[in-house]
């Protein structure tokens, strides 16, 4: 198994935009994001929901390219767009035939240089969002969990442990005066990384990158607040109502140890012989085999991409006549197996070897058809603004495929213990409540 | 220098020379069994990914039950003669693949993906799966459960009241109709049916064998002639389907859900299938009013008024017969304004030419995006199985950007007045009766039901 090759060039410009292309002429496409080292973990107090709703406002009008420009322009090229808010990160990217990658610089660099958004722009925006978080969590059976139940159960440092896509108060208080003071504080060439990746030739893309971006003045570094968590000491435990659907579900998410440490590896390989399909131990023993629950998944949600403290969470949808201790009970015992007994070396092969493959096919896509080498932009993003080395795409799988059982048994130990997790039980409001209607 | 960067900055970059698109080669054969073969190098990463189809989906079995295709190939993945279900899983990880099985309306699937060094391994668990399914009791019942929980749970989500509703509306007798089995129905599946739906479909003679990835077409046809060669079978007896419904004027059913907090707008009308000659045109059409970011409808309904976050329209071309919808979850005060302007924006386009500028950047749209399959094996893998599943012609790919660029003005509109048929669009709303029952009934004659599909007005 070896790991990939990917032609990888880097640089930085003088205002400290870090600038990363991977060539790769197969197909007349290019993948062009820009990444900011800001996510909703690090928004500020009292504006929670703030950082996603920024992201849409990048999306209303910068200097030269006024509301709906932006969107024209990418499509009118034969590209598509989006932009995501993660915890420590916010992405902004397209893919658009390689003809069009002039313009889509251009773009991003308008929108890093100036955004210019009036109050209109912000109401509207504050609509959509709170009609996204309608469709996703309010208005859906299971909306939310465990991603949005999990935070204020699990953590207590704020930036942790607050509503991510914004309690509704916070965004009718976001104001114009809010959406320049964040853009100012960290929308800066020297706290993002530009990406370029598929039809584009290294000396071209950076001689763009330096027309476009290199005008876009330097900021002072930002501010992050301590995004770590006082010592647990305890389980913790919450309880959220279900108020539309029909079975009972539980969420069970432990700390991880912290990004590219040494147990960081043996812990993501310990995640996929939990969590790796129907394979994986949870789906195998409580769905397919012991048969508490009907549906049962989870895992570690973005290795890579995490900047902070992480769980990986377990969801277990389990059988409404069999209680949710039982189901708790069942699910510690997957646990205690992984900690009592190593894991064999033919699990840990098969896991290896389905790791090298996830890789990628991540690496290739990632995000549907439509977004060709997401999953390479975003490694290359994480790496460069975590890390400062973009080329760990290349050699990253080396420490993974290196695991062995004892460094799995040992991280089990140690990280799966009450003391170390938080569980969301998550009750239909009203179990009876399907039958009235008939 | 400042001067220059200023300039720069200030103007949108034109686009330069396109390259041209080359999609690459389709590998046609067929095995003597009549399996069709098609195989088509991409070379991008050291993996593969494949879809072993047969032409026989749900609507071919419907007269038994409704989601049986879809149980059939759920229990094919959990045993075969030769191997345990654990044993499918496991082996699926040592090759590092993953696989899916699945039914649609028209077709049932093996879809799987993997790694390339291991592609026979594969084949030959996929080959296994098509011919030696054993259906174990057990198995059969825990899937019964976990259907039956599925079932139960879909009847809370407001896109599946909505998509199912409007599909009896504009369905009726017709096997399209029905999306989903009732806990009754799923409870009544036995056993002895899921094999004959399985021994009559899965068989070479409805099959086609689909692979996309790093492998070498000479190569490969020999490792699936190895592997397929002695698979034999008919293609199965497809009943006769009765004709869909066919309603005339509007009329709005509201599916009532207490408490919802928001307003899932769904409407249809019926369009036309991949096959007919005027799909292209009604692609671009639908591009421009609703299926795009920069379409009609979502700068109208999301970025100028703040209704909803996901507006869109699409045509849905099943093999039969194809729909054309519009969809939108609003907030409930304003459910009667979305309306007024997904129909303004429907009645516009049937009434006034489109602007050549906005003409052009639909074309683009539409033409790139077409080509971004390219890029990645499960893109171009997606591409290849809709040219060959609808029996386009074999230069589909080629000449479908020159096919998008060489409408007019005219053209969409004609196409707009046939198809975004707004006189007699079906209009499915689920929300909370008390919240929006009047603003619905501003639209048509208004019928009421609750979310296990039982009358209420």
Known sequence: MKGPQIAIENKTLANGLRVVIAPDSAAPVVTVGVYYKIGFRLEPQGRSGFAHLFEHMMFQGSANAPKMEHIKLINSSGGVLNGSTMYDVTNYYEAVPSNALSRVLWLEADRMRALKVDDENLKNQRDVVKEEVRVNVLNQPYGGFPWLDMPPIAFRNWANAHNFYGDFADLDAASLADVQTFFKTYYLPNNAVLLILGDVKPEEGFSLAEKYFGDIPRGPEPPFADPNEPPQAEERKGHVEEKFGTLPAIAIGYVLPKRRSAEWCAMALLDQALHGGRAGRIYRDLVLEKQIAVEADGGVDDIFGYNGPAQMTTRIFHKPEISAGATLAGFDEVIHEVQEKEISTDELEQLKIKWWSDYYAMLEGGRGGYMPKYGLMHLLACFSLFDGEPQLVNTILDGFLQVTPEQVQAVAKKYLRRENRAIVFRAPANPGAQKEAA | ?457
């Open chain 2, 1 to 457: 220098m400042a001067t220059a960067s200023t300039q720069a900055s200030s103007a949108v970059p034109t686009l330069s020379g396109e390259r041209t698109v080359n999609w690459p080669k389709r590998v046609k054969s067929k095995l003597a069994n009549g399996l069709e073969i098609i195989l088509v190098e991409s070379h991008s990463i050291p993996r593969f990914h494949g879809e072993l189809f047969f032409r026989s989906g749900n609507a071919a079995v419907s007269h038994l039950a409704p989601g049986l295709a879809d149980m059939t190939a759920t229990m094919v993945r959990t045993g075969t003669s030769k191997r345990a279900s654990r044993q499918i899983e496991e082996d699926l990880r040592r090759l590092g693949a993953d696989l899916s099985t699945s039914a649609g309306q028209d077709t049932s699937a093996i879809a799987f993906a993997g790694l390339s060094e291991f592609a026979e391994s594969l084949l030959g668990l996929v080959n296994e799966l098509a011919r030696e399914a054993s259906f174990p009791d057990p198995e059969l019942e825990r899937e019964r459960r976990q259907k039956l929980e599925e079932v139960k749970l879909e009847r809370t989500q407001p896109g599946f009241l909505a998509g199912e509703r409007l599909r009896k509306v504009l369905f009726g007798e017709h096997p399209y109709a029905k999306v989903s089995p009732a806990e009754a129905q799923v409870a009544a599946y036995k056993k002895e049916e899921l094999q004959t739906i399985y021994r009559q479909s899965y068989t070479p003679e409805n099959a086609l064998l689909l692979l996309v990835g790093d492998l070498d077409p000479k190569a490969m046809f020999g490792t699936i002639e190895k592997i397929f060669a002695p698979w034999s079978g008919k293609k199965p007896a497809i009943p006769h389907a009765a004709a869909p419904a066919n309603p005339r004027g509007r009329r709005v059913y509201l599916v009532h859900v207490p408490g919802a907090v928001q307003t899932q707008i769904l409407c249809g009308c019926h369009s036309i299938t991949r096959r007919h000659p005027d799909w292209i045109k009604l692609g671009l059409t639908n591009s421009l009013y609703g299926g795009a970011f920069n379409s009609r409808l979502v700068m109208n309904i999301r970025e100028a008024k703040g209704y909803t976050y996901s507006p869109r329209s699409g045509v849905t071309p099943l093999q039969q017969h194809g729909y054309f919808s519009v969809s939108a979850a609003v907030r409930n005060e304003v459910v009667a304004a979305s309306l007024t302007e997904i129909f303004y924006e429907l009645d516009k386009l049937r009434s006034l030419p489109v602007p050549e500028a906005e003409l052009a950047d639909a074309q683009n749209y539409l033409s790139g995006v077409f080509s971004m399959g390219l890029a990645t094996q499960d893109g171009l893998l997606s591409q290849v199985a809709t040219v060959a599943l609808n029996e386009l012609p074999d230069d589909y790919l080629e000449t479908y950007r020159q096919e998008v660029r060489a409408l007019t003005p005219d053209d969409l509109q004609s196409t707009a007045q046939k198809y975004l048929d707004s006189a007699n669009m079906q209009i499915v709303v689920v929300g909370d009766r008390g919240k929006i029952e009047t603003q619905a009934a501003l639209f048509g004659e208004l019928e009421i039901c609750d979310s296990q599909a039982n009358r209420l007005s």
